[in-house]
């Protein structure tokens, strides 16, 4: 069985059994109250039917038709007749109710009901003035006040009132039920849909529903679809980031083996050493990422050493000089003190080569990129400053982000991956970048990591 049928279903039966209670609670206040009020009219009708009839016999001053007419007012629903006696027993008015008439209109109230099953009984009162019996007056009523017109009638109403309101709100509970189950059941085959889209790996983007548990369901499928996205992208940037890693130390080795072939570079021992360098960089690139992409983790492990910072940025320069002077860009290091650091050597190394592969890239020729050290007690700062072409303020909020590529550098090649993976690498050796930078007057990196991680 369907939701929808079910919920149709127990809607229904919960309506009706609400409806039959409220309606028997209701039916029976409303008709113990009106029986309260009726008897209550019927007793100060009586009290004032004595009222008249002891005046009218004491001071004997009105006649008979005067007499009649007062005590006919007084037949009203459940009073039907009203005799006056005098002290010797004689009828002085007799007035009552047609009762066939009254009869008929009970008969036609009450269907299936006998006329005859109506009982009355008579209050009879003796009329005393000053102690002396002065006559009697007998009023005659239905035996149950229940029985009046009056009665029958309001109960004839409050139950044909109760069937049809009956009959209404189910009505309604069905087409609100249909209403709400429809919108349920689509939200439901929504939901269904965009799990199977999931599943299958398609794209399925479904308003969310206004039921807070449905509602609940599709977010959580929708975080699922991003984490498995997320999860997606994680591994393609992995694979990018290792191929854009390999790019550098390959380029380097690449134009280096032209230069000894070429006879531009002599084969000394420090340039065998920065061809080795480059080789153990991409070694280190091709475990690292292997290692991760077993793991499913989104970061490598840090390996921590104490190396002398100064030479590892002489000989990043000298694997760079190459290609900054075919390039005709002056690559300068401004600062020469020995400087010692204990962190991750690959990572910080990674992230200077990018910046200044992007230095590299962005600067015309005949202009310069050059480099600045700076040391305090417990921090190193390092400014990479180019004299590119710059980038904008609001192009610099979106520098480190993955794939991100600023108007000046679409037709350069590339991913879009260096400065991310840069930030990446420094924070996890608790290091910063920041950039200082406008259109047409350069960019300022500013690193700032640790002395001893």
């Known amino acids: 069985m369907t939701i929808r049928r079910q919920w149709l279903i127990m809607l229904t039966l919960t309506a009706i059994l609400a409806i039959v209670v409220n309606t028997i609670i209701l039916s029976s206040l409303i008709n113990q109250y009106f029986q309260t009020y009726t008897t209550g009219e019927y007793n100060k009708s009586l009290s004032q039917i004595k009222s008249f009839s002891k005046m009218a016999l004491s001071q004997n001053n009105m006649t008979t038709q005067q007499i009649e007419a007062q005590l006919a007012s007084y037949l009203n629903d459940p009073v039907t007749r009203i005799t006056l006696y005098n002290a010797d027993g004689s009828v002085i008015v007799n007035v009552g109710i047609d009762m066939s008439n009254m009869n008929n209109m009970m008969s036609g109230m009450m269907r299936g009901r006998e006329v005859g099953t109506f009982s009355q009984e008579v209050d009879r009162t003796e009329l005393r003035d000053s102690g002396i019996s002065i006559g009697t007056v007998n009023v005659t009523h239905y035996s149950s006040i229940g029985d009046s017109l009056t009665s029958v009638m309001f109960r004839s109403a409050l139950i044909r009132n109760s069937l049809l309101s009956f009959v209404i709100v189910l009505a309604l509970l069905v087409m609100i039920g249909l209403f709400v189950s429809r919108r349920l059941s689509r939200d439901l085959r929504g939901t269904s849909f965009m799990a199977l889209n999931i599943d299958l790996g398609n794209q399925a983007d479904i308003p969310f529903s206004k039921i807070r548990e449905v509602r609940i369901i599709q977010q959580s499928l929708k975080e699922l679809k991003s984490r498995l996205k997320l999860k997606q992208m994680g591994r393609k940037r992995l694979i990018d980031e290792m191929v854009h890693q390999t790019r550098t130390p390959l380029t380097i080795l690449k134009t280096h083996l032209e230069g000894f072939q070429d006879g531009v570079i002599d084969v000394t021992s420090e340039e065998i050493k920065t ?102 007690e417990k921090m190193l700062s390092i400014e990479i400053k180019d004299t590119g072409a710059g980038i904008s303020l609001e192009e610099q909020k979106h520098l480190f982000e993955a794939y991100y590529k600023g108007s000046n550098a679409q037709a350069v090649p590339g991913e879009g991956l260096g400065l991310y993976v840069v930030k990446q690498n420094l924070e996890q050796i608790g290091g910063t970048i920041r950039v200082e930078s406008a259109l047409g007057q350069g960019s300022n990196f500013i690193i700032r990591i640790p002395m001893t991680l």
């Open 275 to 376: 061809c080795e360098m480059q080789i153990e960089n991409v070694s280190s690139i091709i475990s690292n990422m292997s290692h991760l992409l077993d793991t499913e983790k989104e970061v490598s492990p840090l390996s921590i050493e104490e190396f002398d910072f100064s030479h590892l940025l002489r000989r990043i320069l000298a694997g760079l000089k190459l290609q900054f002077d075919q390039k005709q860009v002056a690559l300068s290091l401004m600062s020469h003190e020995k400087i010692t650091v204990k962190t991750d050597l690959y990572k910080l190394s990674q992230s200077i080569y990018n910046i200044l592969t992007n230095a590299y890239k962005f600067t015309q020729p005949g202009r310069k990129v050059e480099i600045f050290l700076q040391t305090d």
